[in-house]
């Protein structure tokens, strides 16, 4: 895992740039303005996001446009899976445990408890 996406990812403003190019390639002009910030701010920010392979541009006459680069995200998700399995593992082993804490609370010749109906209203025919 490339630790430069965790850095990149890890400024709000470029989380905030990468969730919109989540939806479409956008040109640094119409991020800039979604965002509220100033074009050399917003370049600044995809500097980043680009040396650190998240993000491509590519050149259109005068327009710079952005676009996710999905390598980086395929990367971190195959990293995240490590973690996912680790923790599919302690979830089955606590739920294991608390059911074998559940079998042994309930006497193995008692029904299970049950709840007993309300008391009937005055006046109810039962």
Known sequence: MNVATFHALADPQRLEIVELLRLKPLTVGEIAAQLQLR?????????????????????????????????????LDDWLTTFRQLWEERFDKLDGYLQRLQDSAQPPDQPPETTPPPPPKPGDPR
Do not use: W, Y
């Not at 600044?44 to 980086?72: F, T, W, Y």
């Open 39 to 75: 074009q050399p701010q917003t370049s600044k920010h995809l500097r980043v996001l680009q040396s650190a392979g998240v993000i491509e541009m590519q050149a259109d006459a005068n327009r710079r446009i952005c676009s996710l680069r999905p390598e980086a995200f395929r990367a």
